[in-house]
């Protein structure tokens, strides 16, 4: 069993022997993205308690699959305010809207926030988000 970890200095992934062997759920998040969520006023409350059990629901390549009515059931709060939550957090871009699944919406977490997953694919995403500035406009 081995485990990935990002070399600050080249920002390489080294691979380290591990003998923990996880049996909860788990994804990987950034510390600069947990800076920027934590100093967004915008986020303070209810937006952030939305992401926070959003992420705790992520599956496997960052989607995210789950009923509105779930988070407020879940978190003791009303429908709209989870609604004005998710429209928020892709507004700000730190979820994106996927495709419809049923009567709802589908999820995925910015790869720059946190990821769940394979690493290659972790880069293969965030890839794909670079967009190319030709003389500076794009």
Same mark, same amino acid.
């Given at each position: 069993? +081995?485990?990935?970890?990002?070399?600050? *200095?080249?920002?390489? !992934?080294?691979?380290? %022997?591990?003998?923990?062997? @996880?049996?909860? #759920?788990?994804?990987?998040? !950034?510390? #600069?993205? $947990?800076?920027?969520? &934590? &100093?967004?006023?915008?986020?303070?409350?209810? %937006?952030?308690?939305?992401?926070?059990?959003?992420?705790?629901?992520? *599956?496997?390549?960052?989607?995210?699959? @789950?009923?509105?009515?779930? =988070? &407020?059931?879940? $978190?003791?709060?009303?429908?709209? #305010?989870?609604?004005?939550? =998710?429209?928020?957090?892709?507004?700000?871009?730190? =979820? /994106?809207?996927? %495709?419809? @699944?049923?009567?709802?919406?589908?999820?995925?977490? *910015? %790869? !720059?926030?946190?990821?769940?997953? +394979?690493?290659?694919?972790?880069? /293969?995403? +965030?890839?794909? +988000? !670079?967009? =190319?500035? #030709?003389?500076?406009? /794009?």
């Amino acid at each position: 069993f +081995r485990s990935e970890i990002l070399d600050q *200095n080249s920002g390489t !992934f080294m691979f380290v %022997p591990s003998r923990i062997k @996880l049996k909860e #759920d788990w994804f990987m998040t !950034f510390q #600069d993205a $947990l800076s920027v969520l &934590a &100093a967004d006023k915008d986020l303070w409350g209810r %937006p952030r308690a939305v992401l926070d059990y959003m992420m705790a629901r992520l *599956n496997f390549d960052n989607y995210i699959a @789950l009923e509105q009515r779930e =988070i &407020a059931e879940k $978190l003791s709060i009303h429908k709209p #305010d989870v609604s004005s939550a =998710i429209k928020m957090l892709v507004d700000k871009g730190i =979820i /994106e809207k996927g %495709p419809r @699944l049923g009567k709802s919406w589908s999820y995925k977490l *910015n %790869p !720059f926030y946190g990821w769940k997953g +394979r690493v290659k694919n972790l880069k /293969e995403e +965030r890839k794909k +988000r !670079f967009s =190319i500035v #030709d003389g500076g406009k /794009e």
